[in-house]
C-alpha cells in the first residue's frame, strides 16, 4: 500500500479544498456552494466554532468524549479542513 489510508476519495478531498478555499477567502461562488455544499455544515458548524482562529488548532473536541470517541470519518474530513483553514492563513499572511 502506498501512502496513508484515506477515508475519502481524492475527488471528495479536492472539493473540500476548493469549498475551503472559498470560505476562508470571503468569497462566494455560487456555483461552488451548489455543487459542493454538502460539505459547508462541517466548515462551518463544526470546524470553524471549534477552532483557534488564529492557529487553526482544535480548541475542543466536535463530539463529547475523548479523541478516541470522535467519529474517525468526520475527524478525517476536519483534519483536511484544518490543513485548508492553515494554508489560507498563511496566504493572508503573505499579502
Known sequence: MNGPLSLFAEQDKVQVSSL?????????????YRE?????????????PVCDSQSGDFRMLPFPGGI????????????????????????????
Not at 475551503?20 to 461552488?32: I, K, P, S, T
Not at 459542493?36 to 470553524?48: A, D, K, Q, S, V
Not at 478516541?68 to 499579502?95: F, S
Request: one cysteine or more.
Open 68 to 95: 478516541l470517541n470522535q467519529p474517525a470519518v468526520t475527524m478525517e474530513l476536519l483534519r483536511l479542513i484544518q490543513l485548508n483553514y492553515r494554508i489560507a492563513m498563511r496566504k493572508q499572511m503573505e499579502r
Open 36 to 48: 459542493y455544499g454538502r460539505w459547508l455544515p462541517f466548515i462551518t458548524e463544526i470546524y470553524l
Open 20 to 32: 475551503c478555499e472559498e470560505v476562508f477567502a470571503g468569497r462566494y461562488n455560487e456555483d461552488l
